[in-house]
């Protein structure tokens, strides 16, 4: 009688088919540490597979979860963990600084504490991470910014939680060329020198803030932004004027409070002529003059997102607006994409779009918000 074979008998090649008919990867680890023929296998099946890794505590087991690391860590680029920090220990800390060697991007999502563990990996990480994302799911400290201020090859940051006094840590991190803070409480809006933050970030390219009290400084700081190309603000407060952004081609701009009233179309335009895209919701809202000057003042704008709340709609006043996108050069193989996120002004101006001379000159998405 021959002898029995089992599993570990078969050919990588076949174990490789095995693998693919599992479905869930909490399954094809269970597997993978059953043997070590079936590891090796577990690796062949892999390959490029774990370029992005994400994490889930719920859905794995410590050791389930440190295999892939330990086995495919060259492949890994990209590393996304999604959880409290049950499994932010020395072995996972470990096991990512030594085996993902290739590593270029670090996203943490939800953690409460555990910074410690954090911070301990980023600074094995020092000299490979280009790109790092933090979402805080509590109030405490924003400590990991001090480790994360020494990685001054970093290329995109996103912060978001609770801003505290360590975003000045940003400011060391001289190659940046995207930075995201956003102030994650809103019943208190931070107090933030962003004019200082930004002073040495000469490679900035896009800028989102979200919440904060941007504070004037006094100190001279540069009153040009040159290379900034996108720039979001999201429910903050200014005291002072943003410096000039001469090659802006994307802004959102969004219940941006200053005391000046028109301080956001006075933006708009001073830094309008680049500009490709607009998403607005100022406040007070632009009106109908206002409307036509941004729309004058900006030439190559292709995308604009408005509630136009306060404007009255009538046949001349939507023709005024044709002749001037047709004076912008804006054509029907290339028409305006005018997003109105107020119900029933879209609904007014596609009826008058609809009678009125180059309608085609603009394309209206029905994609507003279901409110008046």
């Keep these: 009688m021959e002898n029995p074979r089992g599993i570990i008998d078969l050919p990588v090649e076949v174990l490789d088919l095995i693998f693919k008919h599992l479905t869930y990867l909490s399954i094809k680890l269970q597997l993978a540490q059953a043997h070590e023929k079936l590891t090796k296998a577990f690796v062949y099946h892999s390959r490029n597979e774990f370029r992005r890794y994400k994490l889930f505590e719920s859905a794995l087991s410590e050791e389930s979860m440190l295999l892939p690391i330990r086995e495919c860590g060259r492949t890994i680029e990209d590393f996304v963990f999604e959880g409290n920090g049950r499994f932010w220990n020395d072995a996972l800390v470990d096991a990512i600084g030594n085996h993902c060697t290739n590593l270029k991007s670090v996203k943490v999502l939800r953690f409460n504490s555990h910074s410690d563990k954090i911070c301990t990996l980023l600074v094995k990480l020092n000299k490979l991470l280009l790109s790092v994302s933090f979402k805080q799911e509590s109030r405490f400290p924003f400590v990991i910014l001090k480790a994360v201020g020494e990685m001054t090859q970093l290329k995109k940051l996103s912060v978001k939680g609770y801003i505290d006094e360590n975003v000045y840590e940003i400011q060391k991190l001289v190659a940046l060329e995207k930075l995201k803070v956003d102030h994650n409480y809103y019943l208190d809006r931070k107090d933030v020198h962003i004019l200082k933050i930004c002073s040495s970030l000469k490679n900035l390219r896009e800028l989102s803030i979200t919440n904060l009290h941007i504070m004037p400084c006094e100190e001279e700081h540069s009153k040009v932004w040159v290379g900034l190309e996108t720039l979001t603000i999201f429910s903050c407060t200014l005291p002072t004027a943003l410096p000039d952004c001469p090659n802006l081609k994307d802004l959102s701009i969004h219940y941006l409070q200053s005391s000046n009233e028109d301080y956001c179309l006075q933006f708009i335009l001073k830094n309008g002529k680049k500009l490709d895209n607009l998403y607005e919701k100022c406040r007070p809202p632009i ?86």
């Design 287 to 372: 009106d109908a003059n206002g409307f036509l000057q941004l729309l004058r003042g900006c030439p190559n704008l292709r995308y604009l997102y408005t509630p136009m709340e306060y404007i009255k709609l009538y046949s001349g006043y939507v023709s005024t607006i044709l002749e001037i996108l047709r004076e912008n050069k804006v054509t029907r193989e290339d028409p305006f994409v005018l997003v109105i996120c107020r119900r029933i002004k879209w609904k007014w101006f596609r009826r008058l779009l609809s009678r009125t001379p180059n309608a085609e000159l603009i394309r209206l998405p029905q994609r507003y918000e279901y409110y008046t």
